[in-house]
Structure formats: C-alpha cells, structure tokens
C-alpha cells in the first residue's frame, strides 16, 4: 500500500506533523502521492523528524502554533498538534488546555470555510482512570477536572465536544480517534513516556525506573500500525465520525515491560522504584471491536517486534550522539 499512489492527490494539513505520529503520518501521506503541509511550533516535536521529507517536492513545512488562526486550502486536515507525555503537557498546563480547545476550534473553523474533512487525535486519556474494562468508546470516563493530568485529559475531552458540535451545527465532516498508548521510533527520547524511558535506562545499563508497584497495565501499539489506523479512519464514509477506539489490545504490567526490554537489549539494568504520579490510571485496554468492524483494522505487530525496532533507532541515537561527544 505504501507505494501506491492515490487517483486523486490530496491536500492534506498535518499540524503536529514534526512530532512522533505526526512525521510518520505525514511520510505515509507523500508515499501515498498527496501534498502535504506540515504544521507546528516544535515544543516536542523536531525538524529532524521530518528531515528527510523535504526531498519530496510535495511537502511544506510551516512553523506556527495552532491556537493561532490559519488561513490555508486544503482537503483533508489531521489536527495531531499537542504535547502527549505528562512531563510534556504539564510543563505549561494552561498552553496545553489551549493547544487542545483554541487548536480544534482554529482548525474546525478552517475545515467548516474550506470544506475539508478533519481528523482529531483524540486519545484513551478521556477515559481517565477507568472503571470499566476494557473501554469501549461508550464509556464516559472517570477524569479528575482539577487534578494534574486534567489539562490534557479536559482538553481533549472538550476537543471532542468541539467536534462533534461543528459537526452537528456546521456539518463538518469529522473523524475522531481514540490512541492508546503508542510507541516506535522517533519518539523523543526525553519525554519521559513509559517505553523510550525504559529502552534508554536500558540502553545505559541504568537503572529502570519503575513508578508505584508497577502493576499497572498498559497496551501499546507499534506505530506502523496505528498511521493504518488513522488512514483507514480518513478513508471512512462521511456518516462514520468515530469516536473509535485505536490500540493493541495485549496488555501488560510495568514490570513485565521492564523485564522484556531488559531482555531484548541484554542490559545489565535492574529495576528500581519511584513513586506513582498522581492520578496514573491504573489499568488500560481498549476493546477494538468497533476498529475491526468499521475499519478492517487490528494491530499487525507483536510487542517483542516493535520494540526490537524502537530499541535499534535508540541505540542508533545514543552512537550518534557519543561519536558527535567524541568528535
Ligand atoms: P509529540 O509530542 O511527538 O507530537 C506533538 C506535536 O505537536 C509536536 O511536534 C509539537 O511540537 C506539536 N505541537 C504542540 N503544541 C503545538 C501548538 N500549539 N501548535 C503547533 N504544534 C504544536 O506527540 P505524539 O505522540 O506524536 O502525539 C501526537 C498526537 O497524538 C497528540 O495530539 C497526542 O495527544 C495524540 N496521542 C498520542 C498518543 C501516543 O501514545 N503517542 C496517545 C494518545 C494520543
Ligand atoms: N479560522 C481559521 N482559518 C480559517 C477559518 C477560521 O483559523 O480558514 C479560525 C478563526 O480564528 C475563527 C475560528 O477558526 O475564529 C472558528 O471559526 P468559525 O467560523 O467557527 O467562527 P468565527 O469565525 O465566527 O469565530
Ligand atoms: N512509568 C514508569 N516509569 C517511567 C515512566 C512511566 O513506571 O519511567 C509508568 C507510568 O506511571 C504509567 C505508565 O508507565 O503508569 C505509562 O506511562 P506513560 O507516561 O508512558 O503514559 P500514560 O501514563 O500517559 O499512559
């Protein structure tokens, strides 16, 4: 599918495109054929993520933050741009609520004046720590509106609102996705998030930082596959507006995250505690259910796979950055 190239090339706008999915996402969409305007004010993301794009005639990259107006035309809009690692989005916890709700009603605006069909990463926050579980995307959630988390959590949530607000009053054409926890290369490797954490304590033989008892669940979701997700989504008729669920459903302990990446680099590693940050949910699986049916889509690797990846574009980082120290 990668190479095949679309009968109608598109404009597409990728805001957030210089950060993790984003860079992804917008190399998957010119592999694809279609124009591409990359849009974002790099506070998590870089222009070495998207790099290697500028060679393709078809890709703009534009610095500019989203809670600011655009005036732009195009087809389709992707709205990624927000930080997604707690360290991140509570660094400048009033930016964040911003980038969330300035940045969807920015962008609705546009999509409502331009005709364009818009997509929201939307994420597995706005079910909070959640009571039930799995989660299918008809529950509502269990979210602290005051707590730490909650500028990201809120924001998200009323991203949503705003969605499907323009879509009932404007008919804005909407796509929402719900994204569990992804991993991959171009993570930053300082973000702080559980995985590009572990491979690099790993990757040092230091030590592996583990929050609470580290029982807590997660499922993580290999990259390639959630960038097919998020295409199939766009690709759906205009009566399926999510909100879908998109994530591997394998779920796993800290620990037993830990002791995998541990094995996959054979570090010398041990594992040590730190206290759990207020609110971490303690559990998370989604049930795809809805993404199997509407959008043909599961998850196509293995964590043990994925992160062999990941842990081969670390290490690549880390030779990188000692042969820069030693030059
Ligand atoms: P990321 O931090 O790598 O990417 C976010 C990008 O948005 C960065 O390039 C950043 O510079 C940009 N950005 C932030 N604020 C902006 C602003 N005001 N204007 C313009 N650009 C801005 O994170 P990611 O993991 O690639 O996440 C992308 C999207 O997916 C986010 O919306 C995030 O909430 C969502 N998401 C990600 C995950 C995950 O596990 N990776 C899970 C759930 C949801
Ligand atoms: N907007 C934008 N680009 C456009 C159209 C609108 O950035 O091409 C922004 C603009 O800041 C506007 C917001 O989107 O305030 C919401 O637009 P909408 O048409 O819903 O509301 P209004 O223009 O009445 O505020
Ligand atoms: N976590 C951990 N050690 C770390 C970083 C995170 O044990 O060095 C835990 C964290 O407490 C949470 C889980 O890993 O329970 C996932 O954290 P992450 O920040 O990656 O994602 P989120 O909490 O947003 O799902």
Redesign the pocket.
Known sequence: MDNARDIVAKRVLVTGGAGFLGSHLCEALLKRGNEVLCVDNYFTGRRANVAHLLEYRNFELMRHDVTFPIYVEVDEIYNLACP???IHYQYDPVQTTKTSVHGAINMLGLAKRTGAKIFQAST??VYGDPSQHPQTEEYWGNVNPIGPRSCYDEGKRCAETLFFDYHRQNNVRIKVIRIF?TYGPRMHPQD????S??IM?ALKNEP?????D?L?T?SFCYVDDMIDGFQRLMATPDDVTGPINVGNPGEFT?IELAEKVIELTGSKSTLTR?P??TD??KQ?RPDITKAREVLGWQPQTELAEGLKRTIAYFDALLTGSKQAGSA
């Open positions: 997604a690692s707690p597995s926050e926890n702080g998030r559980v995985v954490n572990f304590q592996i930082t583990i929050f609470g580290g807590q997660r800290m730190l759990l940050p971490d949910p998370r």
